[in-house]
């Protein structure tokens, strides 16, 4: 079956900028969850949502970032006024219940200039 | 503060079992153990769930001690395609389940 997809694969912006990026979770999946990872470091856990709610949001730097999942599949990580420092690879992953295993996506590679 | 802390890298070579030890002091009664595996440019992919002892499956085997302050992912007979960055993941519970994912360690393979 199809995996978890994230769109789109590469996005360049400026600074000061709004970007959104889009992940598609396996279906069937209840937990949805976001990360950001830089250059050799490990994926840094951003929010996770257990249907259409953030069951924990705590991982978000600030408010300019604010994901949504309004119908308990698809989900939009959104950044505000975007910064140098927001440049990353922005990881999803999904499944099937509460922390279980999960299936990444690719990854959206985010360059802000 | 809970942290889960793995070597930056190891060497190891073609047919060679492989151990990596990843540290976590602050685990709770009920939090996981999980371990990923991520190649360039791609996700990374589920290797083996623990909670506690032992557990194997057909790639991995996951061995946890009874204080549960460290867990050891095990790797038999690695090859060159076992080349790639390792990641231990501690789920934290507490007011709120905080997903901690260690640095890695990058495995390099040699024939």
């Known amino acids: 079956g199809a995996g978890v997809s994230q769109t789109p694969s590469n996005k360049v912006t400026e600074k000061g900028k709004y970007v959104e990026l889009r992940c598609d979770p396996i279906?069937?999946?209840?937990?949805l969850y976001w990360y950001r990872q830089s250059l050799g470091q490990g994926p840094e856990f951003l929010i996770y949502?257990?249907?259409?709610?953030?069951?924990?949001d705590s991982g978000l730097p600030n408010d300019r970032f604010f994901a949504v999942r309004p119908e308990g599949s698809v989900s939009t990580l959104k950044i505000q006024r975007t910064e140098r420092g927001d440049s990353a690879v922005y990881l999803c992953?999904?499944?099937?219940?509460?922390?279980?295993?999960?299936?990444f996506g690719p990854g959206t590679r985010l360059t802000v200039l | 503060l809970a942290k889960t802390t793995q070597p930056i890298s190891m060497d190891s070579y073609e047919g060679q079992e492989v151990n990596i030890t990843c540290s976590h002091n602050?685990?709770?009664?009920?939090?996981?153990i999980t371990w990923y595996q991520q190649f360039p440019s791609q996700g990374p992919r589920f290797i083996i769930q623990g909670y506690k002892t032992k557990v194997t499956n057909e790639v991995a085997s996951l061995f946890i001690p009874a204080d549960r302050k460290s867990s050891t992912l095990s790797l038999p007979r690695v090859s060159l395609s076992d080349t790639a960055v390792y990641y231990c993941?501690?789920?934290?519970?507490?007011?709120?389940?905080?997903?901690?994912f260690g640095q890695g360690t990058t495995l390099q393979v040699k024939p």
């Open positions: 602050n685990i709770a009664t009920n939090d996981y």
């Open positions: 992953a999904s499944s099937l219940g509460s922390y279980n295993e999960q299936f």
């Open positions: 993941l501690v789920v934290y519970s507490g007011n709120t389940g905080k997903l901690i």
């Open positions: 279906s069937g999946h209840t937990a």
């Open positions: 949502f257990q249907g259409t709610g953030a069951a924990d």
